[in-house]
T-cell receptor, first 116, second 116 residues
Framework: AQSVAQPEDQVNVAEGNPLTVKCTYSVSGNPYLFWYVQYPNRGLQFLLKYITGDNLVKGSYGFEAEFNKSQTSFHLKKPSALVSDSALYFCAVRDSRGGGADGLTFGKGTHLIIQP | KAGVTQTPRYLIKTRGQQVTLSCSPISGHRSVSWYQQTPGQGLQFLFEYFSETQRNKGNFPGRFSGRQFSNSRSEMNVSTLELGDSALYLC???????????????FGPGTRLTVL
């Protein structure tokens, strides 16, 4: 079985400060890890993913994420937050075992609020 | 390239009715997945289709069904609607079967279904 945990319902950051949104996962095989962002009344927008290789993954809009196998984590980061980054962020995992046929499993989501 | 499109965007039905939602994937994408998003349960995997074949299905009752056509367009059907079926239904497309090599799923804007 595959699972994802986002321990924080909400993260508040002042504009210009660095931000981190936390994610931990559990899979049987190797993980395929994804971050998506959702704005109000919109679908999910892909930010970045980790498949294999470098542990630091760079994505859209200045976001990056660090894969840590020993801690089974995939935290989303940005060096300097913008007010426009305020949105709902989802971490998702897919187990490579079994050809990943189980679909993406999402965390509950973290509301990111950037204060001017 | 045009993104994933879903029709209709909003739908209001009454209990006991049935509904069909449509999804057109990104051109060239052969895999379509469906997800249900509710405030209580979050994002849950419904099913995935690749080359007109259902690869897997999430933990949903048989009232939820889907199909994929030869042009990769997909429809999902919910019969005998219940109040709890009110949700945002999201469609996602990927080049190949989503679990293979961690292929990215790109989401449409969703169909907001309200059951009265």
């Amino acid at each position: 079985a595959q699972s994802v945990a986002q321990p924080e319902d909400q993260v508040n950051v002042a504009e210009g400060n660095p931000l981190t949104v936390k994610c931990t996962y559990s899979v049987s095989g190797n993980p395929y890890l994804f971050w998506y962002v959702q704005y109000p009344n919109r679908g999910l927008q892909f930010l970045l993913k980790y498949i294999t290789g470098d542990n630091l993954v760079k994505g859209s809009y200045g976001f990056e994420a660090e894969f840590n196998k020993s801690q089974t984590s995939f935290h989303l980061k940005k060096p300097s937050a913008l007010v426009s980054d305020s949105a709902l962020y989802f971490c998702a995992v897919r187990d490579s075992r079994g050809g990943g046929a189980d679909g993406l499993t999402f965390g509950k989501g973290t509301h990111l609020i950037i204060q001017p | 390239k045009a993104g994933v499109t879903q029709t209709p965007r909003y739908l209001i039905k009454t209990r006991g009715q049935q509904v069909t939602l449509s999804c057109s994937p990104i051109s060239g994408h052969r895999s379509v997945s469906w997800y249900q998003q509710t405030p209580g349960q979050g994002l849950q995997f419904l099913f995935e289709y690749f080359s007109e074949t259902q690869r897997n299905k999430g933990n949903f009752p048989g009232r939820f069904s889907g199909r994929q056509f030869s042009n990769s367009r997909s429809e999902m059907n919910v019969s005998t609607l219940e109040l709890g079926d009110s949700a945002l239904y999201l469609c996602a497309s990927s080049l190949i079967a989503g679990g293979l090599r961690g292929d990215t799923q790109y989401f449409g804007p969703g169909t907001r279904l309200t059951v009265l």
